[in-house]
DNA sequence: GGGAAAAGTTTGATCGATCAAATTCTGAGT
DNA sequence: ACTCAGAATTTGATCGATCAAACTTTTCCC
């Protein structure tokens, strides 16, 4: 295998001088047209191509983001990181960027390989994950000022948000609300809601959703949330509670597709087919059993990280205060996907 | 925030040249003991790491892995692959290799990416998944002289295998033949099994699995086979199909969790829910709803791949050559992990 | 046509590390 | 003490690109 052709050969045969094959690349408006051509048809001849590494040098970029693949995906909902990801590595190959994969057991692995990452001048800026209460990596990372943009809110800070730090969001307040009122427009007198133990920021905020549809029709919540872990099993276990309690619920909606899967079965198990509910994530699972569910834009999430991070246009990582008048987060809009969420076995169409 | 050091400040330091701080982090052995002390304690002081890209450059080593991530996840099964990403980075990271990303929307496109990868020498090899009969990919990567292993057998060749062409793969046969014998053995009479449309490797060396078990206890396997694509939907129909079928299958072995799933629900409706269901894959769907499933070492999948790809112990790619001795792929056996497949309901322990 | 500004192109230095070769230091053997 | 091999360390060159500044050519206007 030839050597790989460097500016040097391009420019001989181009017969023109190494920086002027570089203007031709990097700021192709101040070569001369006749001059660009001749340049550009030698790099075609020869197939020549940057080299990745020198260029990083020179310019002290990476053009690489790093973002942490977590240990073990949450079951049912981890195809969610695994679409954000894809969505994520695409767009920002458009922009010229990549993205680098790391793995770390905690918050504090992560903030060592973090740091390493960064020490190594492999990678521009990082995308955080599943944000939490108090998030040592954010302050971590604000604190030494490296580059970064979280997928989830800053929980917690809401009164007091540190504009050094961007994100992006999605409402899950609004998806499960207008999930709640679709339910409601739909003739369901007695929507029940299926979440997580309080003290998690998107657990929370969803819950709040549903309580806020309700009270916009003047209906009472009472007795029609429960709150459990996130698994099949407990989902079907509240849903049985639900459905034999005295106020028995003519819908659900759920935190999360793992619950609604649960609660699918259990209604199933009592006849209730028909019974209406309504997951979050819309997962392949809930699209193979036909579950409706509230979907995360995430390809939006994607293009809003990346445009915090480079801003609207640019292709690489912008410092702060090259842009202090634009705002520093996004919050997205989710979408009901509706499926005939009343029988478990489904037609042709709505497998995988 | 101050220039990150040099192997120039750490070597101003420790008293000593470039070269021999860099000798401490290559090859600490040829380095006098007193030496290597004062350097180390420099690096620890100044809190130096080597610059990623100027290493890069003059050794002409990225150090890096390219692997691609699907376009759309197939389904429930995604979660294989991703469970297999994250294995293979935190074991290049041990090895002091990184994992980078790209996207592609066929294999043409993945082609593309990948010359454009290699030409940039962002990255010195390639992991491939999926594969099939008559891999374009392989081929270009084998006459290109590119650096790969593959997840998956080069279907189709195994007569006249390619020694050029590294893999790692699961036998899938003797997952699906174990499975069998293990429903045969206890008690079952007529397994069945619901798989794909032939013409997949993949499937139909598992199918071969199932046929192969019964053949050895001298069972036909007649009319207990269904081939369907891939879904929740088929799988409940070709389950009906079979437990409405003269002679009804007393035990079910599929090809995927995905028509697991689908056979579970259609045995369930049916009030058949203690009949014996194995899936494919062990995804957490399988985990969540409780379901038998044959899991693929995907650790060791890693493991392998990256085996090939630097030797048993070494950190940096290898050159076709310098192992015409080893092996050139490794076939893994999976695991049948068992769950209570009977009923869909579940304990707390089963739940994710 | 003269001269200055603008446009286009080239040259030399540099990013931070490692390689290859040269140099200095050490210790064993006589 | 003296030599010399081998160990330990240093020096100069280099990887392939871009930056900054110098240089050359073109354009425009009076």
């Known amino acids: 295998m030839a050597q790989l052709p460097t500016v040097e050969d391009v420019a001989r045969v181009a017969n023109v001088s190494r920086q002027t094959v570089s203007n031709v690349l990097n700021s192709p408006e101040i070569v001369k047209e006749a001059t660009r051509t001749r340049v550009l048809a030698a790099i075609g001849e020869l197939g020549y191509r940057p080299h990745a590494s020198a260029r990083r040098l020179r310019t002290q970029k990476s053009s690489t ?141 969803r819950h709040r959703g549903w309580r806020e549809a309700l009270e916009e029709r003047g209906l009472a919540s009472g007795d029609l949330h429960v709150a459990v872990e996130d698994s099949v099993a407990n989902g079907r276990a509240a849903a049985e509670q639900l459905l034999s309690s005295a106020r028995r619920p003519d819908a659900i909606v759920c935190a999360s597709d793992t619950l609604a899967l649960g609660a699918r079965l259990a209604a199933s198990a009592v006849g209730l087919d028909d019974l209406p509910i309504i997951g979050f994530d819309n997962t392949p699972v809930a699209e193979a059993v036909g579950l409706s569910s509230i979907s995360q834009p995430l390809e939006g999430v994607a293009a809003g990280v990346l445009e915090l991070l480079l801003g609207p246009t640019g292709n690489s990582v912008r410092t702060r205060g090259e842009f202090s008048e634009e705002p520093t987060n996004r919050l997205l809009a989710p979408r009901l996907v509706e499926r005939r969420s009343t029988h478990l076995a489904l037609d042709e169409n709505t497998g995988l």
Chains 1, 2 share one sequence.
């Open 65 to 205: 983001i790093g973002i942490r693949l977590e240990p073990v995906r949450n079951g049912i909902s981890g195809s969610v990181l695994d679409t954000f990801l894809h969505a994520l590595t695409e767009q920002a190959d458009r922009r010229g960027m990549r993205v680098l994969l790391f793995t770390a057991d905690d918050a504090a692995a992560e903030i060592e390989q973090i740091r390493r990452l960064r020490d190594g001048a492999d990678v521009d800026a990082f995308v955080l994950t599943s944000t939490s209460y108090q998030d040592a990596r954010v302050e971590w990372l604000i604190e030494n000022n490296v580059p970064f943009a979280t997928f989830g809110r800053p929980w917690g800070t809401e009164d007091n948000p540190d504009p050094r730090h961007l994100w992006v969001d999605v409402d899950g307040r609004a998806g499960v609300s207008e999930a709640t009122r679709h339910l409601l427009d739909g003739g369901a007198q007695a929507v029940a809601y299926i979440g997580w133990p309080s003290g998690s920021g998107a657990g929370d905020d």
